[in-house]
C-alpha cells in the first residue's frame, strides 16, 4: 500500500521556520520525483517545490526561491521542505506528492500519481 504522510506544519509567526516532512513508504522512493504543493483558501493548488529522486535535481516556484529548501533521505524514503522567513502568503496546506512514469515491455507508458493527506502551514502577521 502506497503512503505519504506529511508531518510538521503548525502557526508561526512571521519570520518563522517550520520544516515539513514526507515519509513516504510502498513504492520505489529512487524512481520517484517529490513535489510539495501548496493550496490557499480560494485558491488553486500551486506547485512549490520538486526533487528528483534518480537525478538529484531540485526546483522551486519563484516565489519561495531563496527561502525554501527541499531535500531528500533516501535510507528513510523521506522528503523534508525547509521553510524559513515565511510570510502570511504562505499560509496553506500543504501536500507532498510522488510521480513517476515508466516505459512497459510493448513501449507503453505507465504513469504513477499519489498524494498525501495534507498539513497545515499558518503564518500570524
Known amino acids: 500500500e502506497v503512503q505519504l504522510v506529511e508531518s510538521g506544519g503548525g502557526l508561526v509567526q512571521a519570520g518563522g521556520s517550520l520544516r515539513l516532512s514526507c515519509a513516504t513508504s510502498?513504492?520505489?522512493?529512487?524512481?520517484?520525483?517529490i513535489s510539495w504543493f501548496r493550496q490557499a483558501p480560494g485558491k488553486e493548488r500551486e506547485g512549490v517545490s520538486c526533487?528528483?529522486?534518480?537525478?538529484?535535481?531540485?526546483s522551486y516556484v519563484d516565489s519561495v526561491k531563496g527561502r525554501f529548501t527541499i531535500s531528500s533521505d533516501n535510507a528513510k524514503n523521506t522528503v523534508y521542505l525547509q521553510m524559513n522567513n515565511l510570510t502570511p502568503e504562505d499560509t496553506a496546506v500543504y501536500y507532498c506528492?510522488?510521480?513517476?512514469?515508466?516505459?512497459?515491455?510493448?513501449?507503453?507508458?505507465?504513469?504513477?500519481?499519489?498524494w498525501g493527506q495534507g498539513t497545515q502551514v499558518t503564518v500570524s502577521s
Open positions: 506528492n510522488a510521480k513517476s512514469a515508466v516505459v512497459g515491455w510493448n513501449g507503453e507508458i505507465y504513469e504513477y500519481d499519489y
Open positions: 510502498g513504492f520505489t522512493f529512487h524512481d520517484y520525483a
Open positions: 526533487i528528483s529522486n534518480r537525478e538529484g535535481d531540485t
